[in-house]
Each structure stands twice: as structure tokens, then as C-alpha cells.
């Protein structure tokens, strides 16, 4: 059994900063890749950022502002968000695609965790 525990979201200003974090635990192996998504009120869940040991990727719409990095020796993802603008505002959701301890691959997801950016 794997679970992804996200937290750090809130309510922040335009201009503002946050930093989210997701920590994977449980019968994991190895994590290949760790990303964040996000979906907005009516919208389908889209890529924001994500991290692999060849690099990183980021959504145009982020790229700039926002910064992802892990720890992987606490299997742990975190996604800085700076100059935030109100179409940032949606559930932000970890993932992480892993190898569990019976070799069996994994796409795992958090609970999700609401970015809400005020004008």
C-alpha cells in the first residue's frame, strides 16, 4: 500500500508565494517520477510540474514562477509557487509513478490540496 500526503495549500494574494510538499510513503521500491497537477473548477486535471532523475518539466504557464525539486531520501516532492495570479486557483495533486516492493508499477495520487488565489 502507497500514499501520497500533500499539504501547504491555502489562500494567498496575487504576488504572493506558497510552497506545496507531498510525501510518499509505504511499500515503495523506487519512484521514477514525482509531479504536480492541478485542476480548476470545470476544467480537466492538467500537468504543472514534474522531476525525474534526467530533469525537470514545468507547464508554460508556470515556467518562471513556480519551481519543483525532491528529497528523495524522504521520497518527498515540493512545488514553490511564486508570483501567483487568480488562474493559479485549483486542487493542486501529487503523483508518483513507483516501483512497490512486490515489483509491481504504480501510478499513486494524493488527496489534493486547494491553491486559492484572491485578486
Known amino acids: 500500500q502507497v500514499q501520497l500526503v500533500e499539504s501547504g495549500g491555502g489562500l494567498v494574494q496575487a504576488g504572493g508565494s506558497l510552497r506545496l510538499s507531498c510525501a510518499a510513503s509505504?511499500?515503495?521500491?523506487?519512484?521514477?517520477?514525482m509531479g504536480w497537477y492541478r485542476q480548476a473548477p470545470g476544467k480537466q486535471r492538467d500537468l504543472v510540474a514534474a522531476i525525474t532523475s534526467g530533469g525537470r518539466t514545468y507547464a508554460d504557464s508556470v515556467k518562471g514562477r513556480f519551481t519543483i525539486s525532491r528529497d528523495n531520501a524522504k521520497n518527498t516532492v515540493y512545488l514553490e509557487m511564486n508570483s501567483l495570479k487568480p488562474e493559479d486557483t485549483a486542487v493542486y495533486y501529487c503523483?508518483?509513478?513507483?516501483?512497490?516492493?512486490?515489483?509491481?508499477?504504480?501510478?499513486?495520487w494524493g488527496q489534493g490540496t486547494l491553491v486559492t488565489v484572491s485578486s
Open positions: 503523483n508518483a509513478d513507483l516501483l512497490t516492493l512486490t515489483w509491481r508499477t504504480l501510478s499513486a
Open positions: 509505504g511499500s515503495i521500491l523506487r519512484i521514477n517520477t
